[in-house]
């Protein structure tokens, strides 16, 4: 399973990503979420959205071995263990593999897919399903 | 041969909150409206079959079914 | 204190000096946030009789307790000052994203004050606050400035600008953020434009507290699923606010050349179905929103691309000066935006020359050789162009407003100047609709439509009837509808999808740790709106039932064309809906709070002498 997106009923409205950071952090702050938004104004005016596929990259490199599969088999960071060394980000192909020491000082962060965010999207611009 | 009108939003409160009502096919929109006693001014948004039309004029076919919205809160 | 940012930031743009306070808990607790700081801080600590173009007058920006949070519509900023168009009370209402960063800069209001020398721009970023130079902005447009500036710091940064409008201080300049939302009325962009202050430029990384974690997010959720459960939210969505363009057509509540009509024979054009299929390419949201109403357009007919039309300038920049082609009023819109000029105001002071030129109240010499004429849209793009630059004659006299610039010319055309208390009428056309009339001439802002929209209720009473419960529903509207903008959110979730309006209440409760029933913020609105009456008496000489007036147009003129041909309110009505406002309000016979209502709203500290 993982998450997909349709960038065509994507609003901007962030609301994903501030359910998303309550999940993996317990607070509302949108940069902490692990799927991203981009803007494209004011041409073409358009939001383009990358979401993590559950491709596995990044658990691969993992020097601790830190990044474990759920019971959904779903990656995620186990964040006590996370050495903040960096190696899984440039791996990832959609760019939603996180570490920001300044926003989150101890841990790298990815999707865990909950699915909160699928759950608070307004324009069903979001769903979970079968990998392809 | 009948449609169905589908009150939506607000205006679902001036038929008693029925989600759905059926008129006869043949008449108008606003001689359903009419019928249902919902004062066709009040009506802002016509959907027949998933197509928007702002002729309230239009007639009703049979099978049809109509969404209707009013705006109570506005801008 | 959970739910806030924490801090008021206070900019003295005249000594460069940035200082921080704590958020007063006293004012957390009697005003909330957003719009109610604003009215504050004005009324706390702008002098009496401050020029509002000058640095004794201040810029309050605030959010509120949802604003940035895991709530339906968290997208609301207010911009509260002295507005130079008016003499009183201005409050604009701004969506997209700026009033989140916000919070997530630890921010519950910003304080611009005094008056810089040099054009500036306000940076922050977290702590980090700067006042830096903006000459190499100067002269560009606020959606230019907003472009460069997240290229220069960041795609994170939420910018705010004005346009060439606000640097010249059109007395209706607006301020841009997100690519086409505005801090729109009362001439908010010339207050920052006369503290030189071109743009600011914002980013936070912090996180808000909340009183309940667990309680705040299953009240947020259980409000995004009663959205997304509305079963017109599909509709809703499509069409935003255009939605109601065909309505107001229909019930004759759409202007139509300068408010002459309510129905407009070309407004077929304008209907949302041709407009979406014509050229809107996104359905753009503030933030939060789970039912974005930005209709964001890709103009083909310019090139260009555009957030909207909305309906308010469709009303007032499409039918009011009698354009059909919906792309015309799209560019139009753009113009407003890029340059700085609130889009309703422009469309109001643009159709009042057109009918004065047609009538011969203006010449051509007048127009610096335009033939303002309905219809014509040429000539509206170089009226805004000329406004926003103050050029010609054109553009000095249509700068001042609508009611200012009748005075000036006089010949009669001050009768269809529509406007009230200096603020031009937004776009509801309220020939025989006593509610709107009444809501219209006694919005706190002047003639405003969204703190008591009141149309459907007009037909579903029976639109001539001055009858006390009309009154009583407009103060109703008036108490609770602009507690969203106190609490930093977008009211459109509930008025539109229709959900229960009890779901903010856990929200907020969890969010801030404070419980408040409807019927309390009902109270703080009923305060609020006393304190807002007040500023207005303090500030203007002779204040009262004479500034409460429709515009004539209202209850002498009866529309030849349209559904509400020949339908007019009578003078005599006019006042009797005033009378029934004044005494359900608890106010005296010439609109003033007598001592027992202050007394009574706990509102003596703010009184003067």
Redesign the interface.
């Known amino acids: 399973m993982r998450l997909y997106a349709d960038h065509s009923k994507c609003s901007g409205c962030n609301a994903c990503r501030v359910a998303c950071s309550l999940n993996l952090f317990g607070v509302s702050n949108p940069k902490m979420a692990a799927l991203i938004i981009e803007p494209h104004f004011p041409a073409p005016g358009v939001y383009e959205v990358k979401v993590c596929t559950q491709c596995g990259d990044c658990a691969k490199v993992c020097p601790v071995d830190c990044i474990q599969q759920n019971d959904k088999g779903a990656y995620y960071v186990v964040q006590e263990d996370c050495i903040m060394c960096g190696a899984c980000v440039p791996e990832c192909p959609e760019g939603v593999m996180f570490m920001r020491a300044e926003l989150v000082p101890n841990t790298a962060w990815e999707c865990d897919l909950c699915g909160d965010c699928v759950e608070v999207c307004g324009t069903s611009a979001l769903w979970i399903a079968e990998k392809a | 041969m009948t449609a169905t009108l589908?009150p939506?939003?607000?205006l679902?409160s001036m038929v008693n909150d029925q989600?759905e009502v059926t008129v006869p096919s043949g008449i108008s929109v606003r001689e359903a409206l009419a019928l249902i006693k919902v004062?066709s001014?009040?009506?802002?948004?016509v959907?027949i079959n998933g197509v928007?039309t702002?002729d309230?004029d239009t007639i009703l076919n049979d099978g049809d079914i109509v969404?209707l919205?009013?705006?109570?809160?506005?801008? | 204190m959970n739910g806030y940012g924490g801090t008021i930031l206070r900019v003295n743009l005249t000594t460069g000096t940035i200082t921080r306070q704590p958020t007063p808990e006293a004012v957390a607790r009697d005003f909330i946030g957003g719009r109610g700081f604003g009215i504050y801080f004005l009324t706390s600590e702008v002098p009496v009789h401050a020029d509002p173009l000058g640095p004794e007058n201040k810029l309050i920006i605030s959010s509120g307790p949802l604003s940035g949070m895991l709530a339906p519509g968290g997208g609301k900023c207010d911009w509260t000052t002295k507005s130079p168009l008016t003499g009183g009370y201005a409050s604009a209402s701004m969506g997209g994203h700026f009033t989140a960063e916000m919070k997530y800069a630890g921010l519950d209001s910003i304080i611009l004050e005094g008056k810089s020398e040099k054009p500036v721009y306000l940076f922050i970023d977290d702590k980090k606050v700067e006042l830096r130079g903006a000459s190499a902005y100067m002269g560009k447009g606020a959606i230019d400035v907003e472009v460069s500036m997240k290229k220069q710091f960041g795609e994170e940064f939420q910018i705010a600008a004005i346009g060439v409008g606000g640097e010249n201080q059109v007395l209706y300049a607006s301020i841009n953020h997100d690519y086409g939302r505005e801090a729109g009325r009362g001439g908010v962009g010339a207050v920052m434009g006369s503290k030189n202050l071109k743009a600011i430029a914002l980013h936070g990384t912090g996180s808000v507290t909340v009183a309940n974690k667990d309680a705040y997010v299953k009240a947020g959720k259980a409000l995004y699923k009663a959205c997304k459960d509305a079963d017109n939210i599909a509709e809703w969505t499509r069409y935003g606010t255009t939605i109601v363009v065909s309505w107001c057509d229909e019930v004759g509540a759409l202007p139509t050349r300068n408010f002459q009509a309510g129905s407009f024979e070309g407004g077929k054009t304008l209907y949302a179905p041709v407009m979406r299929e014509q050229i809107v390419i996104t359905d753009k949201g503030c933030f939060g929103c789970p039912c974005p109403c930005g209709k964001y357009s890709n103009v083909k007919k310019y090139k260009t691309e555009v957030e909207g039309p909305e309906y308010e300038t469709i009303g007032m920049l499409g039918s009011g000066v009698g354009l059909t082609d919906i792309s015309d009023v799209a560019q139009a819109n753009l113009l407003c935006d890029d340059l700085g000029i609130d889009t309703i105001s422009a469309g109001s002071c643009i159709s009042w020359a057109m009918e004065a030129f047609e009538k011969g109240a203006l010449t051509l010499e007048d127009t610096d050789g335009i033939e303002m004429r309905f219809g014509n849209a040429e000539a509206v793009f170089a009226a805004i162009k000329k406004i926003a630059h103050r050029e010609g004659k054109l553009g000095q006299l249509l700068s001042e407003g609508v009611k200012r610039a009748s005075a000036k010319i006089g010949k009669g055309t001050e009768k269809y100047a529509i406007h009230i208390k200096g603020m031009e009428q937004s776009a509801y056309a309220t020939h025989n609709a006593t509610a709107m009339l009444i809501s219209y001439m006694t919005c706190d802002v002047g003639a405003h439509h969204n703190r008591a929209w009141a149309i459907t209720y007009d037909l579903q009473v029976g639109r001539d009837k001055v009858v006390p419960e009309k009154v009583a529903r407009v103060i109703w509207l008036q108490n609770f509808r602009p507690m969203f903008d106190v609490l930093g959110s977008c009211r459109l979730q509930w008025v539109e999808l229709g959900i229960d309006r009890d779901l903010y209440v856990p929200l907020l409760e969890a969010i801030t740790g404070v419980h408040r029933s409807w019927e309390d913020m009902e109270k703080t609105g009923e305060r609020i709106w006393n304190l807002t009456r007040l500023y207005w008496s303090r500030e203007i000489e002779g204040f009262g039932r004479d500034w409460d007036q429709p515009s004539p147009r209202f209850y002498t003129e009866p529309p030849a064309t349209g559904t509400t041909a020949g339908q007019i309110t009578k003078p005599e009505d006019v006042q009797k809906l005033l009378d029934m406002y004044y005494e359900q309000r608890g106010w005296d016979s010439t609109g003033h709070i007598p001592p027992e209502t202050l007394e009574r709203l706990n509102l003596k500290e703010f009184s003067v002498h």
């Open positions: 589908r939506i939003g607000h679902k989600a004062p001014e009040l009506v802002a948004l959907v928007h702002t309230k969404k919205m009013a705006v109570i809160g506005g801008g």
